[in-house]
């Protein structure tokens, strides 16, 4: 068939003969100069990797404290769960809302779909949501702020370390070990490879 | 070479926005890969941008003047607002991280409300040429948006460190409601916003 050769730029809408680039090569819109597709090697593999140790991190991310401090005396303690519970004891709920679905709920779902997805490819399992998994994954991508969160712990340990003292929990390894681990996710998940992946498996499925 | 688009919606293909195979427009309604509903460019993008536009732009306003925390030492509160912030900290030699919140916190939100406000112009009023050049600003408006997030963070974990009662704490103004609305809205406009609309007017490829 003639059209499984065509593709078309996802910012430009420009029809390209799609050719398929070696790992390491990079193919560009030709037009407005859009990242088409940059192929990984073993994404697959390395995704499941990834997300089952991104998995075992969000634990420790999560629970233990990230930073605390020394103020007056009184030792206090900081974990993701304890910036957005405190939002919420001020009424902040907004805040809270966001807040908790940026830095913890968004990432964990991020990596549990990025394995449900990994995992099935990997062992060619199909399944029905397979495709709306891969979308949801595309869509909370952005949503998930880690990084962001990051900058922030930054800030604010600048902002009190001239009125306390400061110490790092363990919590905060395992904090930028996700972050890490996400970072590399994020780059390593080859997304028109899945998509073919699925496009496979729903095909022998409906054979 | 005029008047020659090689767009696929002009060869009646649509590209799934979210797994990219191409479906022939006349045939399907629903993507055969991943069953979202087909469309050839976003539905009311332009609206749907400009309205969230809007919106964060009449909520900057109230972001930058009321306090976006109140730091409270032995009963005695002392509002900041966003740029009393920033001058604070550069006042406590920390000129760095200063600069680092007024990028994240000022410069990227009105830079990001105002590309988009040219990104819609360029699209309404069929201005031609540097299609590329806006594609590209529009790839930076999308990448950058969540870094503003910065502030709400920094908040929050104010918020859960210090707090001891009357003595010392940390209480989040309204004015953080309001800016974390702003990111919000701002990264939903950039989102609804369809690139190709800038390719679509172009004369000349
Ligand atoms: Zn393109
Ligand atoms: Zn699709």
Request: contains cysteine.
């Amino acid at each position: 068939m003639y059209e499984i050769q065509l593709d078309a730029c996802p910012e430009c809408d420009l029809l390209i003969h799609a050719g398929q680039p070696e790992v390491g090569e990079k193919a560009h819109c030709p037009r407005c100069g859009c990242l088409l597709h940059r192929p990984t090697q073993n994404s697959i593999e390395r995704t499941l990797a990834l997300s089952l140790t991104g998995l075992i991190l969000l634990f420790p991310a999560n629970l233990l404290p990230l930073v605390g401090i020394k103020l007056l005396g009184k030792d206090q303690d900081g974990t993701l769960w304890s910036g957005v519970s405190a939002l919420f004891a001020e009424n902040m709920w907004a805040l809270a809302v966001l807040v908790f679905l940026s830095s913890m709920l968004f990432p964990a779902i991020n990596i549990v779909l990025s394995l449900l997805i990994s995992g099935h490819l990997y062992f060619r399992r199909f399944h029905p949501a397979l495709p709306n998994w891969l979308r949801w994954l595309q869509h909370l991508g952005e949503w998930a702020m880690l990084e962001v969160y990051t900058l922030g712990i930054i800030v604010a340990c600048v902002k009190l370390s001239s009125m306390a003292e400061l110490h790092f929990g363990l919590g905060l390894c395992a904090f930028i070990a996700l972050l890490l681990i996400t970072g590399m996710l994020a780059s390593n998940l080859d997304n028109p490879l899945f998509w073919r992946q699925i496009a496979q498996l729903n095909h022998e499925q409906n054979q | 070479m005029s008047k020659i688009n090689n767009s696929a919606i002009r060869q009646g293909l649509i590209r799934c926005h979210d797994c990219g195979t191409l479906s022939q427009a006349r045939q399907r309604r629903f993507c055969p890969l991943c069953g979202c509903r087909l469309h050839g460019r976003i539905p009311h993008s332009q609206q749907k941008t400009l309205a969230l536009l809007i919106g964060s732009l009449a909520l900057y306003v109230p972001a930058n003047l009321f306090p976006i925390m109140t730091i409270t030492k032995f009963g005695v509160g002392e509002p900041h607002t966003i740029i009393g912030g920033i001058i604070a900290l550069a006042n406590s030699d920390m000129v760095p991280i200063a600069a680092l919140v007024l990028i994240a916190s000022i410069l990227v939100p009105l830079l990001k409300m105002l590309g988009l406000a040219l990104l819609l112009l360029y699209v309404h009023l069929q201005w031609q040429g540097h299609a590329r050049r806006w594609t590209r600003i529009y790839r930076v408006i999308l990448f950058v948006g969540r870094w503003s997030m910065l502030d709400i963070f920094m908040i929050s974990i104010l918020v859960s460190l210090v707090d001891l009662g009357g003595v010392a704490q940390v209480i989040a103004g309204s004015a953080a409601t309001a800016f974390a609305a702003v990111v919000v809205f701002t990264m939903f406009a950039a989102k609804s916003f369809d690139p190709r609309l800038l390719w679509d007017n172009q004369d000349y490829e």
